[in-house]
């Protein structure tokens, strides 16, 4: 049975009270912990850090209105992992296939950054989707510290798989980890990311799965 936080989740006090901010300020928002996309049925999950304020945590759907979702969905597009017309709204009609997108925290932090404690709290959540897809074999960490998050979740140290673009890891219970960047706007602006790097981390993942 899949445990998902409650919209009124109020484990991590800093958190609940930017939500309870942020309400006030644009009431028509989502403005709550934001829930998976996809099926639980999935081969492959994305996990991302955290709801953007002005993407997921208005629209009420990871990565979807900000401009890493622009990258993460037309590239999803591309492998065939995502089907329809991405238009920035949750209402869009677009489909995940086989994949499913998540977040390490599923409440939307000041600056982008939640604590370790807060990451600690919402845990459990992704343990709880983790091990009710029975499907997994593909988990793409969306930077460091997304990778960082689900190593923890999985009770594995990071030493023995450190962070690296494009880097695969076989992890003890058969799934396979893969890194890349963060596709967000900083790092394609500073040339840390580039479309073609963040195809080649998604390349390394499928390539990995076929011979899985
Ligand atoms: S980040 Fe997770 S644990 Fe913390 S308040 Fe939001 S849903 Fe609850």
Known sequence: MLSEPIRECALCPRLTQYRADNRREQPSWHNAPVPSFGGLDARILVVGLAPGLKGANR????????????????????????????AADAADGFTMVDCRITNAARCAPPANKPLPTEFAACRPFLAAEIAAMSNLRGIFSLGRGSHD????????????????????????????LTDSYHCSRYNTNTGRLTEAMFHQAMDCLLTALTSY
């Open 59 to 86: 629209t009420g759907r990871p990565f979807t209105g900000d401009y890493a979702g622009d990258l993460l969905y037309s590239t999803l597009s591309r492998y065939g992992l995502a089907r329809g017309t991405y």
């Open 149 to 176: 998050q689900v190593l923890s979740t999985l009770g594995l140290r990071k030493m023995a798989y450190p962070f690296g673009h494009g880097r695969v890891h076989h992890l003890p219970s058969g799934l396979i």
